[in-house]
């Protein structure tokens, strides 16, 4: 029978979410650029960078009970498409 280390997993996990976050604080790095350019508001930009600061340490990491669960913790809306698919 094959087992999972769950511990393993997470980090694994985590490890991937901060492989992702590059790209997209790089993307969120030129809307920035762009609204400063126009005077536009950059506070959903700035909510949205801390977010992918914060994704390491998502709650649905940490209280993901089985694989199945820490996939889908995997925040598409913030990190992009999930390595998983």
Do not use: C
Not at 38 to 45: E, G, L, N, R, V
Not at 52 to 59: F, I, K, M, Q
Not at 76 to 81: E, F, H, Q, S, V
């Amino acid at each position: 029978m094959i087992t999972v280390d769950l511990t393993k997993a997470k980090e694994i996990h985590k490890d991937l979410v901060r492989k992702a976050r590059p790209e997209q604080f790089t993307k969120l790095d030129i809307e920035f650029q762009k609204a400063q350019e126009t005077s536009a508001s950059t506070s959903a930009i700035v909510a949205k960078k801390q977010a992918l600061r914060d994704a390491p340490a998502a709650s649905a990491i940490t209280n993901a009970s089985d694989i199945t669960e820490l996939k889908a913790a995997w925040d598409t809306a913030t990190l992009g498409d999930s390595p998983y698919n």
